[in-house]
């Protein structure tokens, strides 16, 4: 997960700004679109943005915010090209922030049919990336008698929120489609507490859109931890439909937060019998080029973790955890073959251990699979790979007892800290991910004052690993050049400098090409690699100082990335709305611009958009 020890991930707020009246939550990374710099904070104690923020966080604690401005500091509209900006923004940084949702409490127009904009190219590849868009629908309702919902809303790649009464019933000023609207949730007198425990109620769509952008944050964090993947708009939605309160006007229903939350949480797959699994791969290699050989390790297609190989025989092990009792397919992928002056690369693999049962290259259950791994060109196995392709061992379903454990020694409670800093370019900084042997571990985002990013795991006790740090966004924006810096590499307490004699620098793919020395300065994308000794992992209680740094972890593990981009000025943005103005209205659209139209129809008080509980 990048840049969020969030369990339910980041939220992006575009709106007009964030206010220190209000709680801003855990500030990811801010951006002022409009001001272009990096400061979305305004005088306006009860900005718009502020108020929708502070909803989101109300009802998703847990999430990490990203403040997108796109409005000058009064609030007063924003430019669709400010909006697109934004999108783009999140399109580019989806992955590499943790992304989930993005609220988008802008308003303007009444279109009673699916529309497009100039944003629908980003709403298509968000949706795309499974990060579901939230949009109100607008507060021009008229009664119901027009039906029709605002331009951006009407967009099929994003979630429409018409307001309700939180009853089962419309406000007058709601705007709603019975085609359009995709979900409705209250957007009257909505409960707001602000940081001097003042609570407020706010009125209109932009207020009902953040409990559906919440909901969305926690039933994604809640599907990721069931199946592994996100949901799409139109899962959500069917959850939504399925799980929601129908309302007195047929074909609308209300979010029912909690209902959807317990329909995923019942949907849980029946749990599979586990066998902890440890692939052995005793190999040598012949290298070409002053480059060794690589090979992944695959089980059934899906990597398992990698190694580049010498010329003396060695044990290379790798711990999954794999269905119990079941027959697997274990694959040796030889992927860097080569002839370089005269010089041959190949692979040799002597022995595949899998639980203690060994199996011989050339055993009858062994074939090899030259080329791609596609069943085609499928030999008998042999010890020597001459050509790509990949050795595979059919394994028995013996090979996979329940619970097995690891026939090697008990795990190691291992810390590992990175110290790195890093150039910015274009306002984002230098991103890494931390593997181990090929596996991901952690990640962190590295800001201009060295910082210590610390992550604990269980590995293989007394055995070597790789501990690799992978720079991964590499740049130049507008002549800054971003960077990574490796400063120090800490395992269980062993510090390693980056230019010491077991540090090498893998440029580019992490596949054993185009390596060089360590070296602190990651100019390009790349990995640094640490070949750890394995006196540095024992077993469990025997790692100076291990068992502490992990226990602190919540607090200053993954966590830290959030304290350090803080500390860097780079979080400070609260979400910014566009959906009501000083009156709580949404925003009204005037050709390329998004003007504020004040719900004084629906307020009483035009100087305040809310009133205090």
Request: glycine content about 10%; hydrophobic content about 40%; proline content about 3%.
């Amino acid at each position: 997960m990048s840049n969020s020890s969030a369990s339910a991930g980041n939220v992006v707020v575009i709106d007009s700004g964030l206010s220190s009246a209000w709680n801003t939550g855990r500030l990811v990374y801010q951006h002022d679109f409009y001001g272009n710099d990096n400061d979305v904070m305004v005088a306006n104690a009860n900005t718009h943005g502020a108020l929708v923020t502070a909803e989101i966080l109300e009802n998703a604690p847990d999430v990490g915010i990203i403040a997108l401005k796109v409005m000058p500091d009064d609030g007063s509209g924003a430019s669709e090209a400010n909006i697109e900006k934004a999108l783009q923004w999140v399109v580019a940084n989806a992955e590499a922030y943790n992304i989930t949702a993005v609220n988008l409490s802008l308003g303007g127009g009444a279109q009673t049919t699916a529309a497009t904009t100039s944003i629908s190219d980003e709403l298509a590849a968000l949706a795309a990336k499974r990060v579901l868009t939230v949009a109100a629908a607008g507060n021009s309702g008229d009664g119901g008698v027009t039906q029709g919902v605002s331009s951006y809303s009407a967009d099929v790649n994003q979630i429409c929120v018409s307001a309700s009464t939180g009853d089962g019933a419309f406000p007058s000023w709601a705007q709603r489609s019975p085609t359009l609207t995709d979900v409705c949730a209250d957007g009257t007198d909505v409960r707001i507490t602000n940081l001097s425990g003042v609570t407020y109620t706010a009125n209109g769509s932009s207020f009902a859109a953040p409990a559906v952008t919440a909901a969305v944050a926690k039933a994604q964090q809640a599907w990721v931890e069931q199946t592994g993947t996100r949901l799409t708009q139109d899962e959500f939605l069917d959850l939504a439909r399925s799980t929601g309160k129908a309302m007195g006007t047929a074909g609308y229903f209300e979010l029912d937060t909690d209902a959807l939350l317990a329909k995923i949480a019942q949907s849980a797959p029946v749990p599979t019998a586990q066998s902890t699994t440890t692939i052995t791969v005793n190999a040598s290699g012949a290298p070409a080029g002053g480059v060794n050989a690589h090979f992944k390790l695959l089980v059934d297609g899906k990597t398992v973790g990698q190694a580049t190989v010498d010329s003396a025989a060695k044990d290379y092990s790798f711990t999954t955890n794999l269905t119990a009792d079941q027959a697997h397919k274990v694959q040796v992928q030889y992927d860097n073959d080569g002839f370089v002056n005269g010089q041959d690369r190949n692979l040799f693999v002597n022995k595949v251990t899998i639980n203690g049962t060994a199996h011989s290259p050339t055993a009858a259950n062994v074939t090899y699979d030259k080329g791609a791994l596609d069943g085609k060109d499928v030999v008998k196995g042999q010890s020597s790979m001459w050509w790509g392709g990949t050795l595979v061992v059919d394994a028995p379903a013996k090979d996979f007892p329940a619970q097995n454990a690891p026939v090697v020694s008990a795990p190691a409670n291992t810390t590992i800290t990175v110290n790195a800093s890093g150039a910015a370019a274009g306002g984002v900084n230098a991103h890494f991910n931390l593997l181990i042997d090929g596996q991901k571990v952690g990640e962190g985002v590295a800001g201009t004052v060295a910082k210590d990013f610390a992550f604990a795991t269980n590995l293989t006790a007394d055995q070597a690993h790789k501990v690799q740090v992978q720079y991964d966004n590499d740049a130049v924006v507008n002549g800054q050049d971003r960077s990574l810096f490796v400063n120090k590499v800490t395992i269980n307490g062993h510090a390693v400098a980056p230019t010491a004699s077991n540090v090498t620098y893998d440029k580019g793919a992490l596949d054993g090409k185009d390596v060089v020395k360590g070296q602190a300065g990651l100019w390009w994308n790349g990995t640094l690699v640490v070949d750890a000794d394995k006196s540095w992992f024992p077993s469990s209680g025997t790692a100076s100082g291990s068992g502490a740094m992990a226990s602190a972890l919540s607090a200053d593990g993954q966590d830290t990335v959030w304290q350090h981009l803080v500390a860097q000025g780079l979080e400070a943005a609260a979400p910014v709305h566009a959906d009501a103005a000083l009156s709580m209205a949404d925003l009204g659209l005037s050709g390329d611009v998004n003007a504020h139209a004040a719900l004084t129809d629906h307020h009483p008080d035009p100087l305040h958009p809310f009133d205090v509980a």
